[in-house]
């Protein structure tokens, strides 16, 4: 059965940096889009940053363009999340995904396997 895991995440300071891996087992996912979503406490599941099989890549303009980087190794079939600078305001819940299709989705409706979470938390 397919799966994704999520790990790295934390409580650090403002400024500071995390890095975030997904795992994936019970299958491979080197031709899968990858994405990150976060969520936090009484906001929607939002779009972060997504990664193509062939390493495009899309970031939020707004949230983590110039902040996160997004990087995957389809050898060992995980997929990264660096993030520095980060702000109170990235305090969420991060969560992997995959997504078979070709194009890069930012809406989570369309991925198909998702991971369980992991916390991320910024104090001032």
């Given amino acids: 059965q397919a799966q994704l895991v999520e790990s790295g995440g934390g409580l650090v300071q403002a ?4 890095r975030l891996s ?6 491979t996912f080197s031709t899968y889009t990858l ?6 406490p ?7 940053a997504a990664i193509s099989w062939n390493g495009n890549t899309l970031y939020h303009p ?3 363009k ?12 995980t997929m990264y999340l660096q993030m520095n600078s980060l702000k109170p305001e990235d305090t969420a819940v991060y969560y992997c ?5 070709w194009n890069f989705n930012t809406t989570p409706q369309n991925y198909d396997y998702w991971g369980q979470g992991t916390q991320v938390t910024v104090s001032s």
């Avoid at 400024?15 to 995390?18: K, P, R, V, W």
């Avoid at 009484?42 to 972060?48: H, I, M």
């Fill in 22 to 27: 997904c795992a994936a087992s019970g299958r």
């Fill in 62 to 64: 707004d949230s983590a």
């Fill in 66 to 77: 110039g902040r996160f980087t997004i990087s995957r190794d389809n050898a060992k079939n």
């Fill in 97 to 101: 995904a995959a997504d078979r299709g």
């Fill in 42 to 48: 009484g906001k929607e599941r939002e779009f972060v």
């Fill in 35 to 40: 994405g990150w979503f976060r969520q936090a």
């Fill in 15 to 18: 400024g500071g940096s995390l």
